[in-house]
């Protein structure tokens, strides 16, 4: 079993519910298992801190956060799992079935940020959505329905992940002596060799788009759905990286020169 | 991995479920894993067939059968499993953990039927609900809230269940042969060594309590609620017996012999 800090690096994402009712179902079955961080990206309806169904669920809705977009949402996280209900559509992610995503995503919290971002009821989440992500999670329903309410998909989700890491206790949070400064005033070593972070991972991406863009390597879009579309592939290529924070500081670096050089103009400064 | 039928021996027993949207959302998450019976004791609401939440799970919900008593919705079952938030509460029965309850109840269905009972979303399992119950299963929630939505943990024990059990294919039923009678015509000796089903047990609760009142052993009740508690205490005493099929039968019989012998008439019709 795990340190009980971890539970406290493990983000619900929630983009697009259209249901308040799910975001307060969401929130319950957080609070049952012991996870505290709900955050929303533009849900259909902004009153969901009083849903109903969250019985139990004040605290978890209360400190829940509003985004404008999935980028906003997972920006300090550096591990971003989607969830999805296919077995069969055209993947372009790894797919891990729920347990073995359970055990991955409790050794990843031992050093960084987890975000489990979870679709809109109708449609699930969107390719743009899907390429904030580093891997893909599959609830194992049977093929011929393999739909789960928004909530019961969470409350199972979040059953698996609390079978592998130990249940945080609110009164004394556990604190770890390695996250400090050390005494000769040096990090300690694992913060540059940590996972890198979500915003970090954006940054390079959009630094690359346009690194692209300008050495033609993508053509200037003809319409904008072809540019999406670039846009999706290189976001996902840049999560397959497993960038460390070291690594992606020089990748920003190096990006930032090379666009000052196609002649964007002066290099953003360091 | 077991054999799909397996998954068709698990009936799932709803008991004065309050909101028929809870009726629907469980239909919905076993339609997801592959479970098919549905067996609800006396709704708050007759209309729960129409539940709105329950996205692709008609079937399930047609197929629903409704029951005037827990005795009843359980009578061919030979293990019957309550579910529980409670972690403190004074137990008078075996608590699992879902984890091992999955194990044990797949190992069950090898052999004979199980119903998995979920209470109102109010009140749980009542004292008379679980003597019907050989043991109870928990699902870990936190202490500090404990109580799911009843739609969340069936979805959460319907995952856990179909962790240990392989889905059924719906369009080709599994057959096994060790369930037909022999060539000999003698039925296979698994028949009599099963586990007695829960009719059978109810039966020998009611003959042994009507022994134990004829013998003086209990004494003619003087208020009705000290008489539910003895019925509760002998029904749960009747279930850890672990009684086979056989044994029931010989059960039946030695007690009935004992009620004409206390004098109550002539012994029932073997």
Known sequence: LLPSSEHDRVSIVLVNTRNPLNIGAAARAMSNFGFFDLRVVTPY???????????????????AREFSSVAEAVADCSLVVGTTAASRREMQHPLRSLDQAGSLIAKHVRRGRTAVLFGSEKRGLSNEDLSHCHWLLRIPTREEHGSMNLGQAVAVCLYELARHTTKPHRSKPAVKAGAKPRPNGKTAAVETSAPAKAKDLER???????????????????????????????????????????????????????????????????
Chains 1, 2 share one sequence.
């Open 45 to 63: 309806e902004a009153s969901f801190r009083e849903a109903r169904s969250a019985v139990g669920a004040v605290e978890v809705l209360t400190a």
């Open 204 to 270: 390079i991406t959009l630094l690359l788009l346009e690194a692209l863009r300008l050495s033609g390597y993508i053509p200037a879009p003809a319409e904008p759905s072809r540019s999406a579309l670039a846009d999706e592939k290189i976001r996902r290529m840049v999560r397959r990286l497993n960038l460390s924070t070291a690594d992606a500081e020089t990748w920003l670096g190096m990006l930032r020169q090379m666009i000052w050089k196609m002649g964007a103009g002066s290099p953003e400064s360091p």
